[in-house]
């Protein structure tokens, strides 16, 4: 059997996307991803599917797999033939014993890549507003490592040459051992006023950063409770905190939201809370799939075939659009053969969906679902006029009854349906469970009933108790009806019910509530 390959990738600090070109290309690529704590775990939803996943990180309390064991792993990995990344937090060579890892797999012969990750060092004190040099104020910068005991700490730093050497100092993993490196850098001649700062969890949702001096830190750190992992820095670029502090002041910053849109639409919401500062978990709970049943599948094919006969089409969804155009290409009917048809959207989405396709919706309503619609267009129907509904299985019979009403004769052909998804993420469960979810967001009545479905398939005998303390953003009138009869309680509904109206609703809870954590 062919050796395999090995690649020691350097994840970047915690923020997902600070992972290099070169490491997302060797997660896509492997076999076996092994990964420590420090590694974004929304970062394995970009190895291919069926890649083996196996955790080796370390907890300040215990070791999950000690050094030497994740070293011999990594070989055998190779030896069965495997590519195999290991994500390490931050970059490999920075205290991350990349080089005892690759020691071995070069012993063994087996081929492997350093791919460098931007380290925590410098990354997280600048996620915090700290630049760890400044013409005016630090030309140099020491990395240290501060998880040891006082002993080793002495035995590996010469205190005296690290106080007077450098500019600014940057320990890492060293919070327990705080009080211990402030006296020693008093001790050796860093005056006791000298600016401090821990970030905890930095570049993540987690963020959190105390300020001290060498002098009051410890006990700051002591009141604050104050939890590794975290970046100390002390020198005076500190003080540019004041001034330059970003991330912490972007409007969602701190709040994980669970977006449960199907994963082929929730980019377009999670990238945007992303911009805003929040973290964005997504939890799919819908999926959108083609009808499977002949007589669904044959019904479809008669109604398209007589596209002429038809006054209006209206769609009231962008899957509606995407997937009527899906069929109209299996099915090899021009478009151009409903000529004499209207187009009607529910939505500025359905709308540039179609815009995207040449096609322009004659009307838009003000309120965007099919009541509205029905009232804008109320002064253009005729009785007897023929009108064609491309819509998901789900799809509400409001449109089609009220339309019936005025005397008009609908028909629904249903190109797409709505299904409950089948892979869900185990880190989001987590999140639900130990509740470090701090926001829900709802798209469609189908989310609303899915989530409390799959929940309970998960063995949660009670998902609406379990959601009941944790605010619910929903996206319009009849995604909140159901679910406040699900027993939920919705906090924000926007007056437009848009995802851009959703987001800025978000913004303006969050702007007048105290933070969620």
Not at 11 to 22: C, E, F, S, Y
Not at 241 to 260: A, D, I, S
Not at 378 to 385: C, F, H, P, T, V
Not at 420 to 427: K, P
Request: a negative charge; charged letters at 25%.
């Amino acid at each position: 059997m062919d050796k395999g390959k090995v690649y020691l990738v350097g994840a970047g600090p915690g923020d997902p996307k600070l992972i290099t070109v070169r490491g997302l290309e060797c997660l896509e690529a492997c076999d076996v991803v092994v990964y420590d704590r420090l590694a974004s775990p929304r970062l394995l939803r970009h190895v291919k599917p069926g890649t083996e996943r196996i955790y080796v990180g370390k907890l300040p309390d215990r070791h999950t797999m000690k050094q030497e064991e994740i070293n011999q792993l990594l070989v055998d990995l190779a030896l069965e033939g495997k590519t195999v990344t290991r994500l390490k937090g931050g970059d490999p060579t920075i205290f991350g014993r990349v080089g005892e890892e690759a020691e071995l797999l070069y012993d063994h012969g087996i081929e492997f890549e350093i791919v460098p990750g931007i380290t925590s060092a410098i990354a997280v004190p600048a996620y915090a507003g700290i630049p760890v040099t400044h013409r005016d104020l630090a030309s140099s910068l020491s990395i240290i490592t501060g998880h040891e005991s006082p002993d080793k700490l002495d035995r590996s730093i010469h205190w005296d040459k690290v106080t007077n050497a450098t500019g600014t100092l940057i320990f890492l993993m060293g919070v327990a051992k705080i009080g211990y490196i402030a006296g020693q850098l008093i001790k050796h001649g860093k005056p006791p006023e000298t600016p401090v700062a821990l970030i905890r969890w930095g570049t993540r949702v987690e963020q959190r950063t105390v300020v001290g001096t060498l002098e009051t830190i410890e006990a700051i750190v002591r009141e604050a409770n104050f939890k590794p992992p975290a970046v100390i820095v002390v020198g005076e670029v500190v003080l540019q905190r004041e001034k330059l502090q970003w991330y912490e002041r972007k409007p969602l910053f701190g709040l994980r939201v669970l977006v449960t849109r199907a994963r082929a639409q929730a980019s377009e919401l999670a990238d945007q809370i992303e911009l805003l500062g929040g973290e964005p978990c997504e939890f799919p709970v819908i999926e959108t799939i083609e009808p499977s049943d002949p007589a669904v599948i044959e019904a479809m094919r008669e109604q398209l075939e007589q596209a002429e006969k038809y006054n209006w089409l209206m769609f009231t969804s962008v899957n509606g659009v995407e997937y009527f155009f899906g069929w109209l290409r299996k099915f090899q009917i021009d478009v151009r053969r409903f000529h004499g048809a209207r187009l009607a959207a529910v939505g500025p989405k359905t709308a540039a969906a179609l815009a995207q396709r040449g096609l322009v919706a004659e009307v838009l309503p003000v309120k965007f679902h099919a009541e509205g619609l029905l009232e804008q267009l109320s002064s253009q129907l005729r009785a007897g006029e023929r009108v064609l509904l491309p819509r998901g299985d789900l799809a509400r019979e409001v449109l089609p009854r009220e339309l019936r009403a005025l005397g008009l004769i609908p028909t629904e052909i249903d190109v797409y349906e709505t299904v409950l998804a089948d892979v869900q993420d185990e880190l989001a469960l987590e999140w639900i469970r130990e509740k470090e979810i701090h926001m829900i967001t709802f798209t469609s009545s189908s989310t609303v009933t899915n989530l409390l479905e799959l929940l309970k398939r998960k063995g949660i005998s009670d998902p609406v108790a379990m959601l009941s303390d944790i605010p619910i953003a929903s996206i319009g009138p009849i995604t909140t009806q159901t679910a406040v009869d699900a027993g939920l309680k919705v906090e924000i509904e926007p007056e437009d019910s848009t995802l851009d109206g959703l987001l800025q609703a978000i913004v303006e809870y969050r702007q007048n509530h105290r933070p969620l954590q």
